[in-house]
């Protein structure tokens, strides 16, 4: 009877050391899931920023042939691949990189600010050893993978580059360097003239206080001198008139006349000497494709 005691005692023991490793295990696992889900980015992205799409870049070439290379390829003939993605240091996710369909990806190094793992910034340098760059059309893929398990959340993002010559990139590099200078000269052209415009409104507003200063303390005033008043003036003939007014070199103002109420108004002309915008002086010359006087009154 005492037997079966310890056999029964000894059974429910080990069941129970089971059940409470099992639950404990269970515990690690479901804490560390949920961990690492709380840690996942909510919208995973991903996203090359450089070479551009449909960039020119450099074919692959064998080493003694690579003596000129563009600004994303360095010494060693090798092209700079680098990009962006929803991720930092406790992130659970990984970059890798695929170009022209050539498996495996190949892993990607992070360079963010936030620890080893971050990979909000990323980088991917491209030998001809994984897979040169072709002459033509060549596609670029990068992954952004989250927890595998039990979710697996993954991103992709391409883009296709043309491989060119070596020539080809310089001409191309050249090209975009004298669109960046004409760039840079209209934009200097265009700050040129915002700051004329400027300028020349200042300038308006000068001369409106101006006219607003000697309107206050004089009395306005335009005379005609010649023709006299009811002087005789030949008919169906060119009629000079000519005349004075308050206006200076200082104020902003303008003379114009009609004839026989012919409008619209004429605008007169400064006399020689006095200045282009100095109407103290003024003429105008009345013509037949104007008006002139005619029988009478006028």
């Known amino acids: 009877m005492t037997s079966k005691i310890s056999v029964i005692n000894i059974v429910f023991s080990v069941l129970l050391l089971s059940s409470i490793s099992y639950s404990s295990l269970n515990a690690d696992l479901t804490y560390s899931v949920d961990g690492q889900q709380d840690n996942l980015p909510k919208v995973p992205s991903i996203r090359i920023t450089s ?100 979710v697996n959340l993954t991103k992709w993002y391409s883009v296709t580059v043309t491989g060119g010559t070596q020539e080809q990139v310089l001409v191309q590099k050249q090209q975009l360097q004298n669109q960046e200078v004409e760039q840079e000269r209209e934009g200097q052209l265009a700050l040129e003239k915002i700051q004329l415009e400027e300028q020349r409104e200042q300038q308006m507003i000068e001369r409106a206080k101006a006219n ?45 006349v009609v004839l026989n109420s012919k409008t619209p108004y004429q605008r007169a002309l400064p006399i020689n000497g006095s200045g282009t915008n100095n109407y103290s002086n003024w003429t105008f010359t009345f013509t037949p494709s104007y008006g002139v006087p005619k029988e009478g009154e006028n």
Do not use: H
């Open 51 to 150: 070479p551009e799409r449909d960039q020119l870049v450099p074919a692959s070439t064998s080493p003694a042939n690579n003596v000129t290379r563009d600004i994303n390829t360095n010494t060693n003939n090798t092209l700079v691949i680098s990009g962006t993605a929803s991720d930092d240091s406790d992130s659970p996710c990984d970059v890798s990189v695929l170009v022209n369909d050539v498996r495996p990806y190949q892993p990607a190094m992070p360079r963010g600010t936030s620890g080893k793992d971050d990979y909000s910034k990323w980088e991917f340098q491209l030998t001809p050893d994984y897979a040169p760059i072709k002459q033509g059309s060549n596609k670029i893929t990068a992954k952004l993978e989250c927890l595998k398990l039990p």
């Open 212 to 256: 607003t200063a000697k309107i206050n303390q004089t009395e306005l005033f335009v005379t005609i001198g010649s023709p006299a008043e009811n002087q005789s003036v030949p008919m169906d003939s060119n009629l000079t008139i000519s005349g004075t007014s308050y206006d200076d070199a200082a104020t902003d103002c303008d003379v114009s």
